[in-house]
């Protein structure tokens, strides 16, 4: 493990923290273990978040850090699907165009290890289906800002668990409105009030499936 560049991370120093990643690229170390270090950097940088140390603005700056660290890696063989922990469907509900909080989960969920579809904004039950299909999500994602579209998130959950397109798989919601009320009517899993709770209960439920 390289402490530095896990501590340039967690203490959002950017241009230490490319420069360390310049130093292992040059050392051959293999990009896996260099994203695993920044990893670790991000559950510092989550951890600090939860203890209200850093807020909003720094969670989303580590996410763009971490995104340009990873533009620095070369091809080295390791293969592009070994790096990812799992995938994560996420969208905007049907009738709501509401694309900030969406946007910032999918970048943080991104920079955590998880391959992200988006299915963008105002998305229909037929996107989600269609996406959970074709991607076999271990997690899938509901953002809604609008109380007024509480009722297609639940239409969209309701289809998914008619298709049997629930089974093994975590439907989180979540949006300024949301609450723990917003969970139990609109039938999902669980309810996340940021988007580094998201990343917990994923990473979360994704343990409990690799002990089960």
Same mark, same amino acid.
Do not use: W
């Given at each position: 493990?390289?402490?530095?560049l896990?501590q340039?991370?967690g203490?959002?120093?950017?241009d230490?923290?490319f420069?360390?990643v ?9 990009n896996?273990? /260099?994203?695993?270090?920044?990893q670790v *950097?991000?559950? /510092?940088v *989550? ?13 989303i700056m580590?996410?763009?850090i971490? @995104?340009?660290a ?8 390791s293969?592009?699907?070994?790096e990812?922990? *799992? %995938?994560?469907?996420?969208?905007t ?6 694309? /900030?909080? $969406?946007?910032i989960?999918t ?12 299915v ?6 037929? $996107?989600?289906?269609?996406a959970? @299909?074709e991607?076999?999500? =271990?997690?899938v994602?509901?953002?809604c800002l609008? %109380? ?5 998130? $639940?239409?969209?959950?309701t289809?998914?668990?008619?298709? *049997?397109?629930? =089974?093994g798989?975590?439907l989180?919601?979540g ?8 969970l ?15 990343? %917990?209960?994923? $990473? ?9």
């Amino acid at each position: 493990m390289n402490e530095a560049l896990v501590q340039a991370m967690g203490d959002l120093e950017e241009d230490l923290l490319f420069e360390e990643v310049k130093k292992d690229i040059a050392a051959g170390r293999p990009n896996l273990d /260099i994203i695993a270090d920044l990893q670790v *950097g991000l559950n /510092i940088v *989550g951890d600090l978040f939860a203890k209200k140390e850093y807020f909003l603005s720094e969670l989303i700056m580590s996410a763009e850090i971490f @995104k340009e660290a990873q533009e620095l890696l070369v091809d080295d063989g390791s293969g592009d699907e070994k790096e990812y922990i *799992g %995938t994560f469907v996420m969208g905007t509900v049907a009738t709501d165009i509401h694309d /900030i909080g $969406k946007n910032i989960v999918t970048s943080v969920m991104g920079s955590n290890g998880f391959r992200v579809i988006d299915v963008g904004i105002d998305a229909p039950i037929e $996107k989600y289906i269609e996406a959970i @299909k074709e991607y076999q999500p =271990e997690v899938v994602g509901f953002s809604c800002l609008l %109380t007024t579209a509480f009722d297609s998130m $639940k239409n969209t959950i309701t289809a998914i668990r008619e298709a *049997g397109l629930d =089974e093994g798989r975590l439907l989180m919601i979540g949006g300024g409105p949301c609450d723990s009320d917003t969970l139990k009517y609109v039938g999902g899993d669980a309810y996340c009030e940021t988007a580094q709770d998201g990343v %917990t209960e994923a $990473k979360k439920f994704l343990e409990a499936k690799q002990t089960a």
